[in-house]
């Protein structure tokens, strides 16, 4: 089974900074991507940022390119969120996912964690 422990997140004023951290653990055979989403009330879940495990190469939703910067550290398999210029509309709950094969006979899938509040005050 594997696990995302997130940490992270809170209050903080527009035009502020946070730095959301994301942990997995358990077995598994290959990682393809580890990321996060955010779902605010009301609204579907969005992706924000996603990093792929092989390239490294990031990817970033067109709300946040410019002022969030995702970075991972394969050894320990994390991955971490830094977030500059907040706006009230980044509040949400973010959650981090990560695609991983368990085994070699079985597909990627993805594993969520139990997401982390962002609340960014005007």
């Known amino acids: 089974q594997v696990q995302l422990d997130e940490s992270g997140g809170g209050l903080v004023q527009a035009g502020g900074s946070l730095r959301l951290s994301c942990a997995a653990s358990g077995r598994t055979f290959s990682t393809y991507a580890m990321g996060w989403f955010r779902q605010a009330p009301g609204k579907e879940r969005e992706f924000v940022a996603g990093?792929?495990?092989?390239?490294?190469?990031?990817y970033y939703g067109d709300p946040v390119k410019g002022r969030f910067a995702i970075s991972r550290d394969n050894a320990k398999r994390t991955v971490a969120l830094q977030m500059n210029s907040l706006r009230p509309e980044d509040t949400a709950v973010y959650l981090c996912?990560?695609?991983?094969?368990?085994?070699?006979?079985?597909?990627?899938?993805?594993?969520w964690g139990q997401g982390t509040q962002v609340t960014v005050s005007s």
């Open positions: 990093v792929s495990w092989s390239s490294g190469n990031t």
């Open positions: 996912y990560v695609a991983v094969k368990t085994t070699i006979a079985t597909p990627y899938r993805d594993y």
